[in-house]
């Protein structure tokens, strides 16, 4: 079951320049700063009201990652927005049930918890991230 918007995740070149202008222009401040390894990102979670953002940064730019790719392909801006849930593999299991293409058939570690995408193209074009809070 959806919860709410978790956060929305927006690709960056840079997550040192990117942090620079959150913290010193919008002055907001980082909770998380990790490498996501099996991602191929640095990312960050930014706390905003109820919800977050999430800045990535492909740890290979010119690599075959999905951020890397988004960056080349559209440059910076934002990646995919995510939806809190109860329990991820249920609810990627019953987008799976409604005829959605899923990029993963069950939840994995991941910035937000444990999370699952939808793929794009039975979204509307958006990258959906479903998390579960771990």
Same mark, same amino acid.
């Given at each position: 079951?959806?919860?709410? $918007?978790?956060? #929305?995740? $927006? %690709?960056?070149?840079?997550? +040192? +320049?990117?942090?620079?202008?959150?913290? *010193? @222009?919008?002055?907001?401040?980082?909770?998380? @700063?990790?490498? #996501? %390894?099996? *991602?191929?990102?640095?990312?960050?979670?930014i706390?905003?009201?109820?919800? /977050?953002?999430?800045?990535?940064?492909?740890?290979?730019?010119?690599?075959?990652?999905?951020? %890397?790719?988004?960056?080349? !392909?559209k440059?910076?801006?934002?990646h995919? $927005?995510? &939806?809190?849930?109860?329990? #991820?593999?249920? +609810?990627?299991?019953?987008? !799976?049930?409604?005829?959605?293409? &899923?990029?993963?058939?069950?939840g994995?570690?991941?910035? !937000?918890?444990? @999370?699952?995408? &939808?793929?794009?193209?039975?979204?509307?074009? @958006?990258?959906? /991230? &479903?998390? *579960?809070?771990?």
């Open positions: 079951m959806i919860k709410r $918007i978790d956060h #929305v995740a $927006i %690709a960056v070149k840079s997550l +040192d +320049d990117a942090l620079n202008f959150y913290q *010193q @222009v919008l002055g907001l401040t980082p909770k998380k @700063v990790e490498t #996501v %390894a099996d *991602q191929g990102v640095k990312a960050a979670l706390p905003i009201g109820d919800g /977050e953002i999430e800045l990535l940064e492909p740890l290979e730019p010119e690599g075959e990652g999905g951020v %890397a790719k988004f960056l080349k !392909a440059g910076e801006g934002i995919h $927005i995510c &939806l809190e849930v109860d329990n #991820v593999d249920a +609810d990627l299991q019953a987008m !799976a049930d409604k005829g959605l293409s &899923l990029i993963d058939k069950k994995r570690k991941g910035l !937000a918890g444990m @999370v699952g995408f &939808l793929h794009p193209k039975s979204t509307r074009g @958006v990258l959906v /991230e &479903l998390a *579960q809070k771990v």
